[in-house]
Each structure stands twice: as C-alpha cells, then as structure tokens.
C-alpha cells in the first residue's frame, strides 16, 4: 500500500505540472495593423504604435503612395518612408509583414494592367527584407503569402491576398453619373460585376486560399487590403466582384471555419463590420485606415456596428486564453472602437 501511495503522490505531481505548464505557454498575443502611409506627411502615430510593444505587425497596403511607373521615383519613396525615425523603431522592435494595395502597386486603383507591376514587386519585397529566393519574387500570379505566430500554447495564421496583380478591369458609371447621383451620396463610380469571369485573385491564388483554410491554426486573420464585408460603396471593396466575395464566404462553410476574422484597410477610415453567415455565426471586420490618411465624407455601410472614425487610427487585434478583442485606437493610443469576441 505504500508504495501504491507513493505512486499516486507522483502521478498527482505530474498532472499539476501538466496543468501549470499550460496555464503559463497561453501568454496573451498583440498584433498591430495598420495602412494608408504618405511618406511626405507627419507621422505622430509612431509614438503610440511603439508602446504597444507588438508581437507582429502587418501592413495592409498603401504603405507608401507611389502611384509612378517610375520605378527610381517609386523606390525614393520606399526609401523616404521607411526612413522615418518612428518607422525606424517599429523596425527594430517588431516583426513586420505586409501586402500592397494600389498606390505602392504603383497606381491609384490599378489591377493586372499595370505595366510595371514586375519590377514594383521587387522594390516592394527589398523594402519587407523578403528573401531573395522566395517564391513571392517569381510567382507568375502576385505576392500573396501567409504567416503563422506561434506563442505558448496559440497558433495564429495572418493570410495575406494579393488583390492587385491578376484584378480585372473594374466596371464604373460614366463621369457624368458620377457627378450627378454618386459623388453627392459618398459613393464611388465603380459598380458590380455580372461577369463572373472578372476576378481579384486569379484561379492559381484561389486554389493557394482554400489549402490556406486547411491548415492547423486557432486564430485566422484574414489580412485584405480592401474592404470584404461592407456590401457595396462604389469605391474599391470585394462588394465589385460579388461572385469572389460569395466564394470565399462558401469556402468558410465547405471547410467549416470558425476561427476567422477579417482585418482591411485602404478607405481612409476606420469601422467594425459583421454578418451573419449561414450557419448563424457572425462574421466580423475592423477596417482600420488610414496612419496617415483621413477623409472626412465616409461612405454608407449597412454592416457597419457603432460609429466610424475619419481621423488618423490604427488596429490591435489582442489574443487571450478565452478572449479575442478587435480595437482601432488613435493616434494617441486611446481605443475608438472596440469589440471582443469570445474563443
């Protein structure tokens, strides 16, 4: 019996050794988002973005506004921009990742027609420090990637489109119609595609997308340089291709992902966004923009949650044992918005 006893004892050290380990790897995970970047502004943002003290950090496009086929003119620009003292400590400090949208793609609202889309990757990744044998260099179809963070226990997947290099034309009104019925309603000119031949990712990248969504992960963080659930504001969003935006929303029921949310910038404004999909789960959005960039006419949303904020923001998305929270602070560090999402 004493040594049935003794046993015990240790079996019972074991399992609470097991338990505390655990408790201690579910260490709680920051990561800051931000875009929409004008390296010939002033950037007081940086102060409170570095007291943070991130676990990553991504960049959702518009990192600098280069809008040039000239490709000397657009690296000056890289070079301005990720010279900023402020710019200079994240760097330093925290692990950085990143897409493009149009103006450091090279053109304002530019898609697969942009004649120098090969050579402004490559600025773009030098700027990232991506390696030089990385597949995003070559790929015949953009630079999309995704990235995992592992802390303690979590595993976080950041998934990044590339929403530029393969995008049809997009469909707009005449510039009268414009002037006339949208401008004055903060609408833009595009409007949805019928075609369901029209797309953003191109069928390589779709393919890439749906294996991303099978892959071990707790947390999946949808990184889309543009807006994916507001329904449809005339600007740039995944409301002008609606068949692509319905096909991603389908591989989220097929692969039965529920561990998702969508971080966008690219509109000059901040908000929280949510559906309902059907399988009665809300899906939601923070659309924090811009670091630089303000725009004071916001655009009508009908899945918008609460108010937007038109002034200089940034996001913070932060992981805890039970708990996810969605946040847009300002430029002072003080929360504007936030939501929490329960694991």
């Known amino acids: 019996m004493k040594y049935i006893a003794i046993s015990i004892f240790f079996l019972l050290i074991t399992i609470s050794t097991t338990v505390v380990a655990k408790q201690v790897s579910a260490v709680p995970i920051k990561i800051l988002f931000g875009s929409c970047l004008h390296q010939d502004k002033p950037q007081p943002i940086w102060a409170a973005m570095n007291q943070e003290q991130g676990d990553l950090f991504v960049l959702l496009g518009d990192n600098v506004y280069g809008d040039t086929e000239d490709m000397a003119q657009l690296k000056a620009k890289y070079a301005k921009q990720w010279s900023n003292s402020g710019m200079q400590t994240m ?3 925290t692990p950085t990742i990143g897409i493009w949208d149009d103006h450091d793609f090279g053109e304002n609202d530019a898609g697969a027609e942009y004649p120098q889309k090969v050579a402004s990757r490559q600025i773009m990744l030098d700027y990232f420090n991506v390696p030089k044998d990385s597949p995003r260099r070559i790929r015949a179809d953009g630079i999309y990637t995704s990235h995992i963070l592992n802390q303690g226990n979590t595993k976080v997947q950041i998934i990044l489109p590339d929403l530029r290099w393969n995008r049809s034309p997009l469909e707009s009104v005449g510039r009268l119609k414009y002037m006339l019925s949208k401008a004055p309603n903060d609408l833009g000119p595009y409007i949805p595609s019928q075609d369901k ?21 707790d947390v999946r963080v949808l990184a889309t340089s543009i807006q994916f659930l507001s329904e449809f504001t005339g600007w740039e969003s995944w409301a002008n291709l609606p068949h692509e935006r319905q096909r991603f929303l389908d591989l989220l029921d097929k692969y039965q992902i529920d561990n998702l949310v969508i971080v966008s910038g690219d509109t000059h404004w901040s908000e929280l966004s949510q559906i309902t999909r059907n399988n009665g789960q809300s899906l939601w959005e923070m659309t924090t923009s811009g670091l630089t960039e303000e725009w004071k006419n916001v655009s009508p949303n009908q899945h918008r949650v609460g108010e937007s904020y038109a ?14 929270t969605m946040s847009v602070k300002d430029v002072s560090g003080s929360t504007v918005m936030s939501h929490k999402i329960e694991l």
């Open 91 to 93: 760097l330093a400090n």
């Open 197 to 217: 031949s029209t797309t953003m990712l191109g069928e390589t990248q779709w393919q890439w997308l749906e294996q991303q969504l099978q892959q071990p992960a």
């Open 311 to 324: 002034k200089a923001n940034y996001g913070v998305i932060e992981l805890s044992a039970k708990q996810l």
